[in-house]
């Protein structure tokens, strides 16, 4: 099967980012001009530029099969085509770059086209299309070829919005929530690489952990 990926090197095992979009995959839903977004725990940043334009500092983080993390740093920049109304979708496309570790300098690239729609009030979808970190190597995610998409829905707890989140990010399924705390200050929680679960792979180092991180968004008000 013809892959969009062309990378000479395997792109490096990352797993997810939650500074933006969804969980792990971008949306065409991005910031409004002066719109931010940065995590608390590993401070990746985003802010909002003209409402079409999104750029910003990425963190990815992973563990192996001894738990250990790694972190991965990069920036991403995000431009929106379309800006949907109604039954006309939003399309957004990007490009994120990753380093893979400090001491050797290389640097890793992915491309990505996402659209976005919102069905009534029941829920948002995403789908989209990239090469790089979308691209799988497993016997379930090379039928994608490069291909992600997620879902989210909000719901009313305890007179607070609380929303669900649940993706394939190209390589693995990823289930989040994302609460408010505070004005501005959300909770999120992230069970990651649900693939080995639902699949029963034996990969150690894909077994599926919990994330728990906290995020700031807003809109910088200038005066």
């Not at 190597?137 to 994608?144: A, D, I, K, M, T």
């Not at 399924?173 to 690489?193: C, D, E, H, M, S």
Request: aromatic share 14%; with cysteine; proline share 5%.
């Amino acid at each position: 099967m013809y892959s969009i990926s062309s990378a000479t090197e395997p792109f490096p095992k990352i797993n997810f980012n939650q500074s933006i979009g969804l969980i792990n995959i971008p949306t065409a839903d991005i910031l409004k001009n002066g719109g931010y977004r940065f995590s608390i725990d590993s401070a990746p940043f985003s802010y909002g530029l003209f409402d079409f334009f999104e750029v910003g500092m990425i963190c990815f983080h992973d563990k192996d099969a001894n738990g250990n993390e790694t972190m991965f740093w990069g920036n991403r920049v995000v431009i929106k085509l379309v800006d949907g109304q109604g039954e006309c979708p939003s399309l957004a496309i990007g490009a994120e770059s990753v380093m893979q570790a400090p001491s050797n300098g290389k640097t890793f690239t992915s491309h990505f086209l996402v659209t976005s729609q919102r069905l009534d009030n029941i829920c948002t979808l995403h789908v989209g299309v990239g090469d790089g970190r979308f691209v799988g190597y497993g016997p379930n995610s090379q039928v994608l070829d490069g291909i992600f998409g997620g879902v989210e829905r909000d719901f009313s707890i305890m007179e607070r919005q609380v929303t669900f989140k649940l993706e394939e990010d190209g390589k693995d399924i990823n289930l989040g929530v994302k609460a408010p705390i505070f004005p501005n200050l959300f909770f999120l929680l992230t069970v990651a690489q649900l693939d080995n679960w639902i699949y029963k792979h034996t990969a150690p180092d894909n077994n599926p952990y919990i994330y728990i991180g906290f995020t700031c968004e807003g809109i910088w008000e200038q005066k």
